[in-house]
T-cell receptor, first 112, second 114 residues
Framework: NAGVTQTPKFQVLKTGQSMTLQCAQD?????MYWYRQDPGMGLRLIYY???????DKGEVPNGYNVSRLNKREFSLRLESAAPSQTSVYFC???????????FGQGTRLTVV | DAKTTQPNSMESNEEEPVHLPCNHS???????IHWYRQLPSQGPEYVIH???SNVNNRMASLAIAEDRKSSTLILHRATLRDAAVYYC???????????????FGTGTRLTIIP
């Protein structure tokens, strides 16, 4: 099983450029999540989706949009990238209310 | 969601047991205690979870206080590979049923000394 797959693994953007981070899971999980992690810091929740067709804001949603395209895929879009969005982004999925979450390997994004 | 409190960092010697504490004084009766860890340059991974009774798996043991206001993750024989950030979070609870929001604190950074 691939689990949770994120693309790309690395990306450099110029300030003001846009891009979409892709995430797909093959575990038939209902819930999916996007986090960011700044150097030496903990994970901060950006957006999450409890099921196909629903999305909710997390702790730090400003500057981001998300789409739950179908049950497998949950994308994160930066419309106008800013240097403050330089971070490592993790996608996760979870099955069941108290089930364990599975994380992707992360996307390292640098905005210059 | 009920909050958890963990020490920012801990050190332990290789091949010795490690006890990682977590306080959750406002835990509700139906909250599960979950532990995750994040190895360097990787995404977090699930370690263990429990409700009331102590739990063991191939990675670790979870000891839950009788009043459930605290818990301890036990690594029985630490190796260098166990150096990671360990997160203690609470999941579940009837008041939160259907709320799929999943947040992590800052965790405990565990350093293993060779």
């Amino acid at each position: 099983n691939a689990g949770v797959t994120q693309t790309p693994k690395f990306q450099v953007l110029k300030t003001g450029q846009s891009m979409t981070l892709q995430c797909a899971q093959d575990m038939n999980h209902n819930s999916m999540y996007w986090y960011r992690q700044d150097p030496g810091m903990g994970l901060r929740l950006i957006y999450y989706s409890a099921s196909e067709g629903t999305t909710d804001k997390g702790e730090v949603p400003n500057g981001y949009n998300v789409s739950r395209l179908n049950k497998r895929e949950f994308s994160l879009r930066l419309e106008s990238a800013a240097p403050s969005q330089t971070s490592v982004y993790f996608c996760a999925s979870k099955g069941g209310f108290t089930g364990e979450a599975f994380f992707g390997q992360g996307t390292r994004l640098t905005v210059v | 969601d009920a909050k958890t409190t963990q020490p920012n960092s801990m050190e332990s010697n290789e091949e010795e047991p490690v006890h990682l504490p977590c306080n959750h004084s406002t835990i509700s009766g139906t909250d599960y205690i979950h532990w995750y860890r994040q190895l360097p340059s990787q995404g977090p991974e699930y370690v263990i979870h429990g409700l009331t009774s102590n739990v063991n798996n191939r990675m670790a043991s979870l000891a839950i206080a009788e009043d459930r206001k605290s818990s301890t993750l036990i690594l029985h024989r630490a190796t260098l590979r166990d150096a990671a950030v360990y997160y203690c979070i609470l999941r579940g609870g009837l008041a939160n049923f259907g709320n799929e929001k999943l947040t992590f604190g800052t965790g405990t950074r565990l350093t293993i000394i060779p």
